[in-house]
């Protein structure tokens, strides 16, 4: 099982603690760093000093970092024009010697579209899906040739489909619940399909539509990384789990029921009955990005039996 730091920059961070965090994710040996694609603030919390650009932080990480992966849980495809976010994913990749991933979904807080001007249509999934056509499209055009697509969104016509990135294949993450569209289009553009805070039971019953989807697409299931999205909260012993989660805001015994929380060997068991499910990657979403102690133990207790 690999894991992955998942942070949540909306929340209040600087990019200074983000880079911490990126920092310590790569001398931990955990396998990536990915932070969310929001601007706006969720819940009680002050949300300062303000949000941070997921892509621009990507960027100056790529420049920052050497080993960990990059990548987004997810860039909201209503903040960018796809062509825009193909040019701009390229090159961050391009500047991480090819270690970028994307994850990519139709949006969904509306909120923060009103709080930034940002158009908040009505057809989000059919936006998302020809905006997944049109980057993977781009990146996939050879060099000296042009790429044309003609929507009902979106319309690109004698694109030089540039520049391009490191990779061969940028990986592109697609998640969610949606029983039938979000199977459909992780079938067909997906290397890795996420459920974002989903029980064991809802994430498997999610993962077999899934490959039952790449199927009937005509691929592999297995062909399709599957990995989990949850909250986690550790601690050496009881008290220092209760003081994390009263850091976070939080409840032991709900986060015990919907996330990864307890002693290292509670959570070590957790992990181990996700994968037992087919997930093969934990993203660990890190809420107090100030408690680097907290990594350091995930990292000796946890990652080290789950590896």
């Keep these: 099982m690999d894991l992955r730091i998942f942070t949540e920059p909306q929340q209040g961070a600087t990019y200074e603690t983000l880079l911490a965090v990126a920092k ?12 969310s694609d929001h ?35 997810m860039t909201a495809a209503t903040f960018r024009l796809p062509g825009v976010l193909a040019i701009q994913v390229a090159q961050v990749d391009q500047m991480s010697g090819g270690r ?10 509306e909120e923060e579209h009103r709080a930034y001007g ?44 540039l ?9 592109v993450l697609i998640g969610g619940h949606g029983a039938t569209r979000t199977p459909r289009l992780a079938a067909r553009y997906a290397d890795e399909f996420n459920i974002p805070f989903g029980s064991i039971e ?20 297995d062909a399709l ?5 949850l909250v986690v909260c550790v601690g050496k012993d009881d008290q220092e789990v209760a003081r994390r989660a009263a850091a976070i805001g939080r409840e032991v015994d709900e ?6 929380a307890g002693t290292p060997a509670e959570v070590v068991d957790k992990i181990g009955r996700y994968a037992e499910i087919g997930a093969r990657r934990a993203y660990l979403q890190i809420l107090d990005l100030d408690d680097l102690d907290h990594l350091e133990l995930i990292s000796s207790r946890v990652q080290s039996q789950v590896k």
């Design 100 to 109: 970028v991933e994307l994850g990519l979904g139709a949006g969904w807080f």
């Design 24 to 35: 310590a994710t790569e001398d931990l040996g955990f396998d990536a760093f990915f932070r």
């Design 39 to 73: 601007y706006l603030k969720m819940g009680n919390v002050n949300g300062l000093p303000g949000p941070t650009d997921a892509w621009i932080t990507l960027a100056g990480l790529a420049r920052e970092t050497k080993r960990i992966r990059l990548g987004t849980l």
């Design 163 to 171: 520049p391009k990135p490191a990779q061969d294949r940028i990986p």
């Design 255 to 260: 986060l015990k029921a919907n996330g990864l």
């Design 118 to 161: 940002i158009p908040f249509p009505t057809e989000k999934f059919a936006r998302l899906e020809e905006q997944l056509e049109i980057v993977t499209g781009l990146w996939a055009t050879k060099t000296g040739e042009t790429f044309d697509f003609h929507g009902k969104y979106y319309d690109l016509t004698d694109s030089p489909a």
């Design 225 to 229: 990384t599957y990995s989990t999205a």
């Design 202 to 221: 809802d994430s498997e019953r999610q993962f077999g539509r899934v490959r039952a989807a790449a199927e009937e697409a005509g691929r592999h299931p």
